[in-house]
C-alpha cells in the first residue's frame, strides 16, 4: 500500500519536473525575446489577438534581425524563433495546461477528495510561481478577451448541445426564475450591503462610489458553469438538482454580463446624469439584451438545422459548420451587443434535436467528441490560468474588510435568494425540491472565470480600486472552487441528497413510461382540466406542423426507423458486449473458415447496411474475412458514443401522449415508407432470429443428433409454407450471394445463418453452449412464425440460440435469455467439459446439411 | 362557503369520501361539477358512452382501457364515488400529511398506483400480463409504425426482461420489480390533483 503510494507520487513528481521544465523554457524563451527586442509579446498562452498584433512587429524583426540583407554565404539553417513565437508559446501553454490535468488525473486517491478544478488552479499558483521566478512579473495572464473569445464559446456550446433538453425545458421555468430574479437579487443585495458597510465605515476609505458597489455585485453574482460542471460531475446528484444547478449557472452568466454592462454604462453616465429615464432605458436594455441575444441564439440554431439538411455530401466537415455557427452566433452577439452567452446557449440546445437527426451518425459522434475535446481543454486552461494569474504582485491590494465581507454577503445572499425562489416555486411544483436539494444547490453556487473576466474587463480609469476588486473576485473564486468544491462531496453524502439514479432503462420502463403518460393525459381529460402542458402539447403540434418541415430532412425518419432505433441500440450493445467477451476466450478467427459466400454477403451487407445487423451471431458472421478485428471495432466505436441515446431512443418513438412534454421533434407524423426497404427487412430477420434466441433456452435441450436431421426437408417446406417474396430478397438477389440463389425465402436465409453459427462453434472455440438447459417450465407457445414453418422448425430453434451463444458471457443482460443469466456459470464451465466431445463429432454432418 | 357546504351536502358520504381519497373539498366539488357536466343525462352515474364522448380521451391510444378501468366487472354503470376513487389514484403522494398508524394504505400509494397500470393490461384479470395482452397494448400503443413482426420481438424481449420465474408471463409482483428504479410517484400523479 504505502509503496504503491510512493510509486505514485513518484509519477506525480516526475511530470511534475518536467512541467517545471516546460515553464522554466518558455519563461527563458521569453526572456530571451525581451532582452532580443524587447518586444511586447502576446500576455497570454493563446492570445490570438496579439498574435495578429504581433505579426507586422515580428516581420519586421526577420527583416532586421534574421534575414539580413546582405549574406555572406548561405544559410543551411537559421534561428526563427520570431516567426513563430506567438504561436509556439500558446501552444506550449496549451501542453503545459494539459499536462497539468494528466498530473492531477494521476491520483485517483487526491481527485476523489480534492475537486480537479481546485488542483488545477493550484498546479496554476505553482507554474505563476515559476514564472514569476524567471521573469520577476507575471507576463501571462489570463486576458478578458482572450477568455471571452476563445476560450468560453466552446464551453457554453458545449454545454448547451449536450444539454439533457427534455429535463432542461421541462424544468425551464425554474432555471429562469433562479438565473433572472435570483441574479437581480444576488447582484443587488451584495452590492447594496457592501455599500452600506463601506459607508459604516467597515473597510476604511476606498475610492468607490455606491455604483462601483452594483458593478462590483453585479460581476461577482455570476455563478460559473465552468466550475459547476466541473464539482458537479464528480457528485452524482439527481438530475433535477443536477439541471437546476447547472441551467441556472448558465443562463445566470447572461444575466450577469448583461447586468454588467448596464451597470458598467451607468457607471460611465456617472451619479448626477442618472435620473428615471436612464433607469428605465437601463432596465428595458437589460431585456432587449437577453432576450435578443436568446433570439439570434435561435435564429442561429434554425440557420444550422437547415444547413445540416444539405451538407451530406460534405460529411467530413459537417461537424464543422456547426462549430463553426456556433461560433458564429457568440461573435454576430456580441457585434450586436446582445448576449452572446444566451445566443450561444440557446442556439446549442434549439439545434441539438435537428441536427442529431439530420446529421450522419458519425458526423454527430465527431461533433460531440471535437466539442468534448474543445471544451474540456479549455476549461482546463482556465483554471490553470486562474492560478497562474493570482501570482502578481500589482493585483493585490488587501483590504481585509471588503474581501471578508464579499464572501460572507456572497454566501449569504446566495442562501437567502436560493431558498426564498425555491419556497415559492415549491408551491406549484408536483415534485417539490426538498431542502437538502436546496441547500446544496444554494452551496453549488460557484464563482469562477467568467467573474474573474468581468472584472478584468474594469476599467480602471473609470473604477480607481479595480486591483481591489479584481483580486477579491479572484479570492472569492479561490474561496468557493477550492472550499466549496471539496467539501461539496462529504456535504451531498452527510445531507444524503438523492443521487443520480441508474439510468440503465429497459424495454419495460420505456413501455410503461409511455403508458403512464397516456394514463395520466386520459385522466386529465376525464377531469376536464388542461393539465400542465397546454404549452408544449401546442408547440409539438406546432412543431411537428411547420418546424420539422423546415428543418429536418425528410428522410431522418428513415435511418432512424421508430421503436427498431431503441431495439437497435440494444442489440448493438449487446453485439459488442458479446464480441467482446468472446474475444477474451479465444480467437474469432474460426470464422475464416468460412467460404466466399459469407465473404459476399459481408460486402453487400456490411456496406450497405452496417448499422443494422447487430444480432450477435450475424455481426460475427458478418465478420468472416480476416479483418475480423476491425470490423468488431467499427461496432464498437459506433456503439459506445450512442449508448447514451439508446435509451432515450423509445421515449421518442412510442406514441407520444400530451404528457410528454419533451419538445422532442416527433417522428410519429412520418409515414413508415410504404415498400418496407432493406435495411428494415434485414432489421426484421435479425429480431426474429434474437426473439427464437430468447425462447428457446425454454424448449429444452434437444439431443444432438436431431441438430443436423433432414435439413433439406426444412429449407424445402419453409421454401414451400412461405412463399418467396421478390421483394423481401430484393437485397439479397444479385447473382454474387449464392444462398439467395438458391433459396428465396428470407426466414431460410436466417436458418443457414444460425446453422452456420453452431458450426462455428464446433470448429474453433470451446463451446459451453451445449449445456443440458434442463427447464421443468411449461412448454412455451411458439410464437407463429416458428409454428408455421412446421414441425422441424420447433427444434431448430434450440440449437440455434445454443449455437448462438457460444461463449456465454456472463455480463450480457440483454443478449442472455433469463434463464441463462441467473444459471449460476459453474454449471455451464461443467457442462463445458463434457459436451465439447460431442461438439467435434456433430461438425460433419452439420457442415454438409449447411452447404 | 355557503355555496360550497350546499354542494358538499348534496353529495353522499362525502365525509367518508374525503378521508379515504384525501381530497380536499375544493377538489370534491370540482370533481362533482365534472362529473354531472359529463353525466348529460342526469341519470347520476356515468355510463362508457359518456366517456366516450370526451373527444381527446377518442384519440388516446390506451383510452379504451382506462375507460375500462372505471367499470368494474359485470358493471355498465360508475357512481360518483367510485370515480373519485379511482382519480385519488393519481393524487401526488404528500409527505406532510401526518401518517395514522393503523390507517389502511392510501388510494395513492406507490402500488396502488402501479396496481391501476398493471389492470391496464391484465384484460383477464388472471393476475398476469400474459404475452398477448401486452402485444394488445404495444399494438395500441405503437400503431401502424411497426409490423406484427417487429411487435411480437419487442413484446418478447420485454416480457423476458421482466419474467422472473419463466412462465412467460408478468405477474403483479414481476412487474413492480422491473419498474423499482421508476419513480412512480412522479409518473403517475397529477398536479392539479395535490
Not at chain 2, 348534496?10 to 381519497?21: G, R, S
Request: proline fraction near 4%; charge should be neutral; charged fraction near 20%.
Amino acid at each position: 500500500m504505502f509503496f504503491a503510494q510512493q510509486k505514485s507520487m513518484m509519477a506525480f513528481l516526475q511530470q511534475f519536473a518536467l512541467l517545471a521544465l516546460l515553464i522554466v523554457f518558455i519563461t527563458s524563451c521569453k526572456a530571451e525575446t525581451l532582452e532580443g527586442d524587447s518586444v511586447e509579446v502576446g500576455h497570454n498562452y493563446s492570445s490570438k489577438s496579439s498574435a495578429t498584433e504581433h505579426t507586422s512587429t515580428s516581420i519586421n524583426d526577420s527583416t532586421d534581425g534574421h534575414a539580413p540583407s546582405e549574406i555572406s554565404t548561405l544559410p543551411i539553417v537559421t534561428w526563427k524563433w520570431h516567426h513563430i513565437e506567438t504561436p509556439y508559446l500558446v501552444a506550449l501553454w496549451i501542453l503545459t495546461c494539459w499536462l497539468c490535468k494528466l498530473v492531477c488525473e494521476l491520483n485517483h486517491n487526491v481527485t476523489s477528495v480534492f475537486p480537479e478544478s481546485g488542483l488545477l488552479i493550484i498546479l496554476g499558483f505553482i507554474l505563476g510561481g515559476i514564472v514569476w521566478g524567471a521573469d520577476k512579473a507575471q507576463t501571462f495572464k489570463l486576458i478578458p478577451t482572450n477568455f471571452f473569445y476563445y476560450l468560453l464559446p466552446q464551453i457554453i456550446l458545449d454545454a448547451s448541445y449536450c444539454m439533457p433538453n427534455k429535463l432542461f425545458f421541462s424544468n425551464l421555468g425554474a432555471i429562469l426564475i433562479h438565473a433572472i430574479i435570483g441574479t437581480c437579487w444576488n447582484a443587488a443585495t451584495v452590492g447594496i450591503s457592501l455599500w452600506a458597510c463601506y459607508e459604516g465605515g467597515a473597510m476604511g476609505t476606498l475610492n468607490i462610489g455606491f455604483l462601483q458597489f452594483m458593478l462590483f455585485g453585479a460581476l461577482i453574482s455570476a455563478v460559473d458553469p465552468v466550475a459547476v460542471i466541473a464539482v458537479f460531475e464528480e457528485v452524482h446528484v439527481n438530475e433535477v438538482l443536477y439541471i437546476l444547478v447547472f441551467g441556472e449557472s448558465l443562463l445566470n452568466d447572461g444575466v450577469t454580463v448583461v447586468l454588467y454592462n448596464v451597470f458598467d454604462a451607468f457607471v460611465s453616465l456617472g451619479g448626477p446624469k442618472i435620473n428615471a429615464a436612464e433607469i428605465i432605458k437601463g432596465i428595458v436594455s437589460f431585456f432587449v439584451v437577453a432576450f435578443g441575444g436568446s433570439f439570434l441564439g435561435v435564429v442561429f440554431a434554425i440557420l444550422i438545422s437547415m444547413l445540416t439538411r444539405i451538407t451530406k455530401n460534405v460529411q467530413v466537415i459537417e461537424a464543422g459548420f456547426i462549430i463553426v455557427l456556433g461560433y458564429l452566433s457568440y461573435l454576430t452577439a456580441e457585434m450586436l451587443s446582445l448576449s452572446a452567452i444566451l445566443s450561444i446557449t440557446f442556439c446549442g440546445v434549439c439545434c441539438q434535436k435537428y441536427i442529431n437527426a439530420n446529421m450522419d451518425e458519425k458526423s454527430v459522434t465527431t461533433l460531440r467528441y471535437t466539442l468534448k475535446v474543445m471544451a474540456n481543454g479549455s476549461e482546463t486552461m482556465i483554471f490553470v490560468f486562474l492560478g497562474v494569474s493570482a501570482i502578481d504582485k500589482n493585483i493585490w491590494v488587501w483590504n481585509t474588510g471588503f474581501i471578508l465581507l464579499t464572501i460572507l454577503f456572497v454566501v449569504v445572499f446566495r442562501f437567502i435568494g436560493v431558498f426564498f425562489l425555491n419556497w415559492v416555486l415549491n408551491q406549484s411544483r408536483l415534485i417539490p425540491i426538498d431542502i437538502t436539494d436546496q441547500f446544496v444547490m444554494a452551496y453549488g453556487g460557484l464563482r469562477g472565470a467568467v467573474a474573474y473576466g468581468l472584472a478584468a474587463l474594469l476599467d480602471e480609469k473609470k473604477i480607481p480600486e479595480k486591483n481591489l476588486m479584481l483580486g477579491t473576485t479572484l479570492i472569492v473564486v479561490y474561496f468557493t472552487v477550492i472550499l466549496q468544491g471539496i467539501t461539496m462531496k462529504p456535504l451531498v453524502q452527510w445531507l444524503k441528497v438523492k443521487k443520480a439514479t441508474n439510468s440503465d432503462l429497459t424495454l419495460n420502463g420505456k413501455m410503461n413510461n409511455r403508458a403512464f403518460e397516456h394514463i395520466l393525459t386520459a385522466m386529465e381529460d376525464i377531469c376536464g382540466r388542461m393539465g400542465d402542458n397546454w404549452w408544449t402539447r401546442h408547440w409539438k403540434y406546432f412543431e411537428d406542423r411547420h418546424v420539422c418541415w423546415l428543418l429536418m430532412k425528410s428522410d431522418a425518419k428513415k435511418h432512424r426507423d421508430p421503436i427498431f432505433g431503441a431495439f437497435h441500440k440494444l442489440n448493438l450493445e449487446d453485439a459488442t458486449k458479446y464480441v467482446t467477451e468472446g474475444e477474451c476466450k479465444g480467437s474469432l478467427s474460426f470464422i475464416r473458415n468460412y467460404e466466399s459466400t459469407s465473404v459476399d454477403f459481408k460486402k453487400k451487407l456490411a456496406l450497405q447496411y452496417a448499422d443494422i445487423d447487430n444480432v450477435p451471431v450475424t455481426s460475427v458472421m458478418k465478420n468472416s474475412i480476416p479483418s475480423v478485428s476491425l470490423d468488431i471495432h467499427e461496432q464498437d466505436r459506433k456503439s459506445t458514443p450512442d449508448d447514451l441515446s439508446a435509451h432515450h431512443l423509445l421515449d421518442q418513438h412510442l406514441y407520444k401522449s400530451r404528457r410528454n412534454n419533451c419538445p422532442t421533434y416527433s417522428r410519429n407524423h412520418y409515414n413508415t415508407s410504404e415498400n418496407p426497404d432493406e435495411m428494415q427487412e434485414i432489421f426484421q430477420r435479425t429480431m426474429r432470429s434474437r426473439t427464437e434466441s430468447f425462447n428457446s433456452p425454454k424448449m429444452g435441450f434437444n439431443p444432438v443428433k436431431k441438430l443436423s436431421k433432414h435439413p433439406n426437408k426444412d429449407s424445402t417446406h419453409k421454401l414451400n409454407g412461405k412463399p418467396a417474396d421478390p421483394h423481401r430478397t430484393h437485397p439479397y438477389g444479385d447473382g454474387d450471394f449464392e444462398i439467395s440463389a438458391a433459396s428465396a425465402s428470407s426466414g431460410e436465409i436466417a436458418g443457414h445463418f444460425h446453422r452456420r453459427s453452431t458450426n462455428t462453434h464446433g470448429a474453433g472455440v470451446d463451446n459451453p453452449a451445449f449445456i443440458p438447459e434442463i427447464d421443468t417450465s411449461p412448454p412455451m407457445r411458439n410464437p407463429p412464425w416458428q409454428t408455421e414453418t412446421g414441425n422441424n422448425a420447433a427444434v431448430a430453434p434450440s440449437q440455434r440460440a445454443q449455437g448462438r451463444m457460444p461463449w456465454t458471457p456472463t455480463n450480457l443482460r440483454h443478449l442472455a435469455p433469463q434463464r441463462m443469466r441467473t444459471r449460476s456459470t459453474d454449471s455451464i464451465v461443467t457442462a463445458d467439459a463434457s459436451l465439447d466431445e460431442k461438439a467435434p463429432e456433430e461438425k460433419p454432418g452439420k457442415h454438409h446439411t449447411r452447404l | 362557503m355557503g355555496s360550497t357546504n350546499s354542494t358538499l351536502l348534496k353529495i353522499p358520504n362525502v365525509e367518508v369520501l374525503m378521508q379515504e381519497t384525501g381530497f380536499s373539498p375544493a377538489h370534491i366539488i370540482r370533481l362533482h361539477d365534472r362529473f354531472k357536466a359529463l353525466d348529460k343525462e342526469g341519470r347520476g352515474h356515468l355510463c362508457p358512452q359518456d366517456f366516450g364522448a370526451i373527444k381527446e380521451l377518442a384519440m388516446n391510444p390506451i383510452g379504451d382501457r382506462i375507460i375500462g378501468a372505471f367499470f368494474s366487472p359485470g358493471k355498465e354503470t360508475v357512481d360518483f364515488d367510485t370515480f373519485v376513487k379511482i382519480l385519488a389514484h393519481f393524487r401526488p403522494v404528500d409527505k406532510d400529511r401526518p401518517k395514522e398508524l393503523n390507517s389502511p394504505e392510501p388510494i395513492n400509494s406507490r402500488s396502488n398506483k402501479l396496481r391501476f397500470a398493471f389492470q391496464l393490461y391484465d384484460q383477464d384479470k388472471d393476475g398476469k400480463i400474459s404475452r398477448d395482452e401486452l402485444l394488445q397494448v404495444l399494438r395500441a400503443m405503437l400503431g401502424m409504425q411497426v409490423t406484427e413482426e417487429q411487435l411480437e420481438s419487442v413484446a418478447d424481449r420485454t416480457i423476458q426482461e421482466a419474467d422472473l420465474d419463466r412462465d412467460d408471463a408478468i405477474s403483479f409482483e414481476e412487474f413492480r420489480k422491473s419498474l423499482e428504479k421508476i419513480n412512480i410517484d412522479n409518473l403517475m400523479s397529477i398536479r392539479f390533483l395535490r
